[in-house]
């Protein structure tokens, strides 16, 4: 599976993002898509995922500020990023389970100016 994330970039404290992840599979046939981030000095952490049936899950840190959603025809997720904070300075990635085996994306630079 070959994963394209975009978005990110500069954005102001409070103001909002989206990232998207354009999948090489159907989505039909993953498991799982999720987001990940990794801040300078710190380890990987689970930002939202979204699993095959439609569940989703979210870091207690993003809950009611960040929406993952999918877009089956265009075999896309996307992460919404609302209020965004200083603290949410991270490298994005996208993820994807299929059978079992992961996949990552290419990271996508997330930078929240104060």
């Known amino acids: 599976v070959q994963l394209q994330a975009s978005g990110g970039g500069l954005v102001q404290a409070g103001g909002s993002a989206r990232l998207s992840c354009a999948a090489s599979?159907?989505?039909?046939?993953?498991?799982?898509m999720g987001w990940y981030r990794q801040a300078p000095g710190k380890q990987r952490e689970l930002v939202a995922g979204i699993s095959s049936r439609g569940n989703t899950n979210y870091a207690d840190s993003v809950k009611g500020r960040f929406t993952i959603s999918t877009d089956n025809a265009k075999n896309t997720v996307y992460l919404h990023m609302d209020s965004l904070k200083p603290d949410d300075t991270a490298v994005y990635y996208c993820y994807a389970d299929l059978r079992g085996v992961g996949y990552w994306g290419p990271g996508t630079l997330v930078t929240v100016s104060s």
């Open positions: 599979e159907s989505i039909f046939r993953l498991k799982y």
